[in-house]
Each structure stands twice: as C-alpha cells, then as structure tokens.
C-alpha cells in the first residue's frame, strides 16, 4: 500500500514538473503574451469602436455581451492550435524526446503534463476575455448587469476549450508534424465540422454530436442573439453556415466534455505507444 501511496505521490510531482515546464517554455516563446494581447484588444474593440464613431451601445448588457463574446470560440480555437498542436509532435519532430522520454518519469506523466499546460494557457486567455467582458459591461451598464447568465456563459467557455484541446492535442499525437496538426485543427474546428454540421442540418437532421454546434450554448445562455452574421456565439462557425437547429444545455454540455475526456484518453495512449523514428 505504501508503495502504491509513493508511486502516486511521485507521478503527481512529475506531472507538475513538467505542466511548469510547458509553461515556462510557452512563456518563453512568447506564444502566452501574443494570445493574451489578443484576449485583450478582442473585447475592446466592442467598447472604444461606439463611441469612437458616435453609436448606441447595445440597449441591454446581455447584448452587449453576446456581440462581445462572438469572437470567444474563434479565440479558443487559435489558442488550442498553439498551445496544443506542437505539444506531443515537436518532441518526435524534433527529436527532443531522444532526451526527455528516457527519463525515470512515466511516459503518460508527460503527456499529461503537457495537456494541463495547453489547458490551463487556454483557460487563462478565456479568463482574460471574459474579466475585460465583465468589467466593459459594469461600467456602461452598472455592476448589476454581470448576471449568472455570464457565469454559466464563462463555464461552457472553459468547458468548450478543454474539448477544443482534446481534439488538437490528439492531432498532435497521431500526426507527424507540428504545423500539419495545428493546421488541420484549425481548419477542421472553423470550417470542416461547422460545414458537415451545417449540412446535415439542411437535411433536417439535429447534428446534436457536432462539438462547434454545442459550442453555440456560449452565446445561446445569454438569451439574446447577436444579432450578426458569424457562428457559435458569433464567431465564425455554425450559424453563419445557417443551420436551424439550437443546442440542448445538457445534451450540449455532455457532448463537448465526452468530446474533451474521449479526445485526451485517445491522445494518451497513442503519445504513449508511439515510437521515435
């Protein structure tokens, strides 16, 4: 039992050894500060462009919130391609892991590492969006105007990144280069399964499995629509495709954290079975 105890001890303190590392090095490569200007200047333009060219704020901050958060899942997207794309690849690639993988530590020990790292970069960017967000509608419409509303929003963000990681972290373990993983993530998130979902609901079929559908949920919590021409919550994506259909909450929920757990399980054990070339 004590043994068992101390194995557990030892592949925790490995695993945030290496989470530090990862970040640490994402910092380094200055990826964390070109994505937070980014999460910075997004939700500003909603703010200084209005009365800048002497237009009306939107009349309630719910709208105001739905217009702001439009571009969250765009973010999301860029942000899991460059923390997560090159995460298990660049060592094969590279052949950095000719150095770390011989190491004592277990091999799924970096691995996951490496995904709390993607995770946690990506959390602190939708963070960042969603406090400037918060702050913008607390001084046009007052304190009060942060509901519960943008909590669950917030919630469903975080929930939505993790998914998005998933998917290009397992990208990352089965390709064999960086760019190509980052690449077909992007792609695949922005345009290929928004398209495939978009026809299939011509069809009047609920593409209920589609994660960027369910990403919708950001948005559709707040109650109003955006009233634009872009996709889940705004961004490009599913409603600028035109599909009819409207997330479930919970079947939303569900399926962008199986699409989170299934895509990082998948992503372990091909990283852990893959061999250097």
């Keep these: 039992m004590g043994a068992f105890v101390e194995d557990i001890v030892s592949d925790l303190k490995n695993v945030y050894l290496m989470f530090r590392f990862e970040t640490l090095k994402q910092v ?45 899942t765009l973010l999301i997207i860029i942000s899991g391609a460059i923390f997560a794309g090159d995460a298990i690849t660049s060592e094969f690639e590279k052949k950095t892991g000719l150095l770390l993988f011989p ?9 996951v590492g490496k995904y709390m790292a993607a995770v946690l970069a990506t959390f602190l960017v939708v963070s960042l969006y969603y406090l400037i967000t918060a702050l913008e509608m607390a001084q046009i419409y007052g304190v009060g105007s942060v509901t519960e509303a943008m909590g669950k929003s917030y919630l469903l963000a975080l929930i939505y990144s993790a998914a998005v ?36 609901s011509m069809v009047d079929v609920d593409p209920w499995w589609s994660v960027t559908h369910s990403a919708g949920l950001i948005t ?53 079975r893959r061999r250097m070339e």
């Design 103 to 111: 190491s004592p530590q277990r091999g799924s020990t970096i691995f």
């Design 220 to 272: 559709d919590v707040l109650g109003v629509g955006t009233g634009g021409v872009f996709g889940p919550g705004g961004g490009p994506g599913e409603e600028g495709f035109g599909t009819g259909f409207s997330p479930d909450f919970y079947v939303g929920t569900t399926v962008m954290v199986a699409y989170a757990i299934g895509f990082f399980i998948a992503a372990i054990i091909f990283a852990t």
């Design 28 to 72: 380094k490569r200055r990826r964390m500060l070109m994505v937070v200007i980014v999460a910075l200047l997004l939700p500003l333009i909603f703010y200084v462009v209005p009365p800048a060219f002497d237009i009306d704020y939107p009349d309630t901050a719910l709208s105001f919130a739905s217009l702001n958060l439009g571009f969250i």
């Design 165 to 200: 990681v998933s998917i290009i972290y397992f990208l990352s373990a089965v390709l064999k280069r960086s760019i190509t993983a980052s690449i077909l993530g992007f792609f695949l998130l922005m345009m290929i399964i928004p398209i495939v979902t978009s026809v299939i």
